[in-house]
């Protein structure tokens, strides 16, 4: 672009404004303010205790930034995208705080290494918060199977009644699935957990730095080793994505059952009024708006995660301005992924169980064939023969508009000679539970010890 051109003067300016605002990263990379304080005290340390500058400038440029972190905590702080990002606006605040002392700041520095500071820093506090909230909505589960620990409700394959199982047990799977999320994120975390700076624009620095100090100083678990490594990678943040993704197809699809319990075809749960909303139009109305979102909302996660993972795939090393594109789709996974959990752990706890209406499914189907079956089979019938003879009722039982437990005993007799009268017995919804007592199986017992695995290992990680 050129002066020269007749409209050259008003085209360029407003051009060169509308550059900067495109390349600009303060509107979103702002909110790590404090980890970039917090990274540049580290480093202005390191650089006087290798005198690389002196003790004298070093607490200047120390007493600075904190007065530069207590403006912008309090909301007295002007960001300006003339200066870019957080690192020019923090150090522009310096210098015009403290002179031009502030300008050794950036000694031994390059903002590739310092983005990736920042970065990492921020995530490890991420990692925490958001570890804390799995804890509460596991939490909230263990509560509510402990609560319903005597209800039984039909266990669903295919979306079609299997067999009887307990409500707890169906709860306690989510709980599962949720330490294992938490698992991942510890993952994240240990990966977070390794020091960049250091490594200057891509190369070192000439000047004697000690990255131990800086590592010790910010309580960093280790260092990366390669300085192109250091600027170059962003695996930490696509770990903290696929982590997110798959912590958010969890809550999804618990949100997709307590979509249809919550329908009248169900009539499983109710939300508690708090946490749904009504229509417009119509009168009778209560939608499960928060499970939906939820639902919904994990389809931008894993929109980030392919982002991510497609802005990176052909980046040459070290540092490229694509890099810059690794922000706004984590911070907001951040927020979803945090906001889901919250939201989840209170329609969790709000719950009402509808134990009536679960006790009515278990009672009208046919979920207890399999235990028809198997009570020949503990007569020493093949279990294929007793599956065979176990289908056979149910077909009688279909066209004559019966359940299993209206025949009569000479019914039963019909079909095999081995029935008992204890056969009314053996396929109750409770015996049917009860005897499914193998490990991790859905007996009274088996959700006794599970409850109690949950509790010492929600302890042990609080
Ligand atoms: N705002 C930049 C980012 O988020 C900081 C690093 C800029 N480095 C550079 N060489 N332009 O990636």
């Known amino acids: 672009m050129s002066n020269k051109q007749l409209w050259g003067g008003r085209f360029e300016k407003s051009t060169d404004e509308m550059i900067n605002e495109f390349q600009a990263s303060i509107n979103f990379d702002k909110r790590m303010y404090r980890e970039d304080i917090e990274g540049s005290i580290a480093h202005a340390k390191m650089l006087a205790a290798q005198k690389i500058i002196s003790e004298d400038d070093s607490q200047k440029i120390c007493a600075g930034l904190e007065k530069i972190l207590k403006k912008i905590d309090s909301g007295d702080f002007e960001f300006k995208i003339a200066l870019e990002d957080i690192h020019m606006n923090v150090e522009a605040a310096l210098t015009e705080e403290i002179g031009a002392v502030g300008g050794k700041l950036h000694t031994a520095r390059s903002r590739n290494d310092q983005v990736a500071l920042d970065t990492h820093l921020y995530m490890r506090k991420q990692v925490r918060e958001i570890q804390k909230l799995i804890l509460e909505l596991q939490k909230a589960l263990v509560d509510a199977a402990e609560k319903n620990s005597d209800v039984i409700f039909p266990g669903y394959t295919h979306l079609q009644r299997a067999q009887p199982i307990l409500f707890a047990h169906h709860l306690l799977a989510y709980f599962f699935m949720l330490k294992r999320d938490f698992e991942r994120f510890e993952g994240v975390y240990s990966r977070a957990d390794i020091m960049p700076l250091g490594a200057g624009a891509l190369a070192g620095t000439t000047l004697p730095i000690d990255r131990n100090f800086v590592a010790r100083e910010l309580k960093f678990g280790e260092i990366y080793q390669n300085s192109l490594d250091a600027v170059s990678d962003r695996d930490y943040l696509l770990e903290f994505l696929s982590a997110a993704s798959i912590l958010m197809i969890h809550l999804s699809r618990f949100s997709e059952e307590i979509i249809f319990w919550c329908s009248r075809e169900f009539s499983f749960v109710e939300l508690d009024d708090a946490h749904c909303t009504g229509s417009s139009m119509m009168p009778q109305k209560k939608n499960p708006d928060v499970p939906e979102l939820v639902r919904g909302k994990a389809g931008r996660v894993f929109g980030h995660l392919t982002a991510l993972l497609t802005t990176i795939k052909a980046l040459p090393l070290a540092y490229n301005k694509d890099l810059q594109e690794d922000k706004e ?43 028809v079956a198997d009570y020949l089979v503990k007569k020493n019938l093949p279990f294929r023969l007793a599956h065979e003879v176990s289908g056979k009722i149910v077909r009688y039982c279909i066209e004559k508009e019966l359940y299993i437990k209206d025949l009569t005993l000479d019914e039963f007799k019909k079909f095999s000679p081995l029935f008992e009268a204890d056969i009314f017995d053996a396929i109750k919804p409770e015996t049917c539970v009860a005897a499914r007592n193998s490990q991790g199986g859905t007996s009274p017992r088996q959700i006794e010890l599970q409850i109690e695995f949950a509790r010492s290992w929600l302890e042990k990680n609080s």
Request: charged fraction near 30%.
């Open 329 to 371: 789709g984590v911070f907001d996974a951040l927020d979803t992924v945090k906001f889901s959990l919250s939201v989840f752990a209170q329609i969790v706890s709000g719950m009402k169980i509808r134990k009536k209406n679960m006790r009515r499914a278990v009672e009208e189907d046919f979920s207890n064939a399999t235990d």
